[in-house]
Structures are given as structure tokens and as C-alpha cells.
């Protein structure tokens, strides 16, 4: 039987796929027709550009077929059918005007979880951080402080009185772009806790899928995604139960990351060894007549000459 658990039809669980992927026919045309002509003039003087919207009864028109279909897109993923669920999640996209970033996230959200279903780890990479750049636009994500991170890893826990102290005393300067973000989200008529909630969904997806692909680089980035859902910003929009699981999850994917790096590491050593080789032989020397030696304090290598080490 379907999980459904953690995939209801609130907004707060809504994902999606990318642009990479084929968009049925109609989607090209939607997304062209909210692009509309500018009436502004050519000048030399550089200009932020304007993101043009549909008039409220048209836009209206268009949010509720992409909200009828993503219903039906719930459904079906309710029924354990999310390769049909993705394409329907899709449809749902192609009717969404393209400056709806919450519910563009929304959708990018739900089939990322879809792809998690079917264990297609790179897509549900791909479709999560769709969904996170979108909500870049309304509140973006902190940059995570690496050694709160690892208190908060070793101890089990992520209190940090003096984090959440200086972040919540830190007054940002209303420049520009902050000013653009506050009209940002008040035109998309939602909270900074139910995009810092839908941010929580997106990265915790993502995380997972970076974990089940592998590899040094892509368990780097789910141990980043975790230590960012750590964060004093973030920390307040994790329920007791998720706040638990990332950091029983970051603590699993520390050895793993270790063990990746040692091999990807080793990996590269072996080949820049037979390279060296290579070009060592005709002056009657190898590799292994120099030796590395590594300090343990900052992790460094030295190198020494041993005459006799290839003999």
C-alpha cells in the first residue's frame, strides 16, 4: 500500500520536474503566452526587468486547471501510479503561469517525492532543486555555519543558544533586492513560514536522493542540505519528528561521506601514479622513489626523495 503519509494535498507537500524533461504539446504555448511584449523603449540605461502577469481573471482561470490537475496528480500518486502521477504533475506545470513560484515549487516538490518512489535518485535530485531555486526568488536559504553544524551533529542535537540569539538580532539593510523579495512574497499571498515549511520538504527530498545516488560530490551536497536544515533560520520550521530524522540522517551520512572521498581520493592517486610512472621510466625512476607523507595535524602531504626506492 502507497505511502501516503507525508504526501497530502496541502501546498506544503507539492513537488515537481524539470525543464529539461518534454513538456506535452500545449506547455510551450502557456509558457510563451506569459511572456508578454514589453512597451518600454531601448535605452542604454540598464533596467530590472518586469515580470508581466496575466489579468486576475485569466490567471485565475489558469491556477485552477493546474490545480484540478495537480488534485488528480494526488490521486493517482495515492494509488502507487506516480510514473502516471509525474506526467500528470506536469500537465499541471504547463498551466501554471511561470511567476507563480510557490506553486511552481509546489508542483516541482510532489514529483520529486514521485521519483523517490520509483528509486530514480538523479531525477528527484533535478525536480527538488527546481523547486528550490523557485522559492529563491521569495526567501532564500542561510548559509549554514559549519561549526554549529558539528556540535549539532555530535551531540545530537542543534541548540545553539548563541546562533539563534545573533540570528534572530541581525537586522538586514532593505536594499533592492530585499525589497523585491518582501514584494515577492506578498504577491504570492503566502507566509515566510509556509515557504521556509515547503523549503524543508524540498531539501529534505533532495537530500535523500543525493544520498542514494553517491559519490563524493553528491554526498557533499546532502551533508550540506542537511547542515542547512540545521541552521538557527531553518530550525523553527523542522517539527520535533524532522528535526530528529536530519540529524540521525547527517550523522548516517558521515562515514559514508569519509569512505567516499578516501576512495574517490585513492582512485585518483592510483591514476596520477601510473601516469607518473609513465613519464619517470626513461629517466630510470618511478613513483616509488618518492615518498608521501602526511601530516596529521592539517591533513597536508610532504614529499620526500628516496633514491634507492625503486630498486
Request: glycine content about 6%; aromatic content about 6%; hydrophobic content about 30%.
Amino acid at each position: 500500500m502507497p505511502d501516503t503519509a507525508h504526501f497530502s494535498d496541502s501546498d506544503e507537500s507539492f513537488h515537481s520536474f524539470d525543464d529539461d524533461e518534454p513538456a506535452p504539446p500545449h506547455a510551450e504555448t502557456v509558457r510563451n503566452q506569459n511572456k508578454l511584449p514589453s512597451s518600454k523603449d531601448d535605452d542604454d540605461t540598464p533596467t530590472k526587468p518586469l515580470t508581466d502577469r496575466f489579468p486576475p481573471e485569466e490567471e485565475a482561470t489558469l491556477l485552477a486547471a493546474s490545480n484540478s490537475l495537480k488534485g488528480s496528480a494526488n490521486h493517482l500518486f495515492g494509488t502507487g501510479s506516480f510514473g502516471n502521477a509525474i506526467q500528470t504533475y506536469d500537465r499541471a506545470l504547463a498551466s501554471c503561469p511561470n511567476y507563480l513560484d510557490y506553486e511552481i515549487a509546489v508542483l516541482r516538490s510532489n514529483v520529486a517525492a514521485c521519483h523517490l518512489k520509483l528509486s530514480e535518485w538523479k531525477e528527484a535530485v533535478e525536480s527538488a532543486s527546481k523547486g528550490v531555486d523557485c522559492l529563491e526568488r521569495l526567501e532564500p536559504l542561510p548559509r549554514p555555519k559549519p561549526k554549529s553544524q558539528a556540535q549539532a551533529l555530535k551531540d545530537g542535537t542543534a541548540n545553539d543558544d548563541d546562533d539563534d540569539a545573533d540570528a534572530s538580532n541581525v537586522i538586514e539593510e532593505v536594499d533592492e533586492t530585499l525589497s523585491d523579495r518582501i514584494e515577492n512574497l506578498r504577491k504570492s499571498g503566502r507566509t515566510l513560514d509556509e515557504v521556509r515549511k515547503l523549503q524543508v520538504k524540498l531539501l529534505t527530498r533532495r537530500a535523500k536522493a543525493k544520498t542514494e545516488v553517491g559519490g563524493w560530490a553528491s554526498l557533499q551536497g546532502a551533508d550540506e542540505d542537511y547542515k542547512t536544515l540545521l541552521t538557527p533560520i531553518m530550525l523553527p520550521s523542522l517539527s520535533p519528528t524532522d528535526r530528529r530524522q536530519v540529524v540521525e540522517a547527517a550523522q548516517r551520512l558521515a562515514p559514508k561521506l569519509n569512505a567516499a572521498k578516501d576512495g574517490e581520493m585513492a582512485e585518483m592517486l592510483g591514476k596520477l601514479k601510473g601516469l607518473g610512472n609513465t613519464l619517470l621510466k626513461p629517466f630510470g625512476m618511478s613513483t616509488e622513489n618518492f615518498q608521501f607523507v602526511q601530516d596529521e595535524k592539517t591533513g597536508g602531504y610532504s614529499m620526500n626523495f628516496n633514491q634507492g626506492g625503486g630498486k
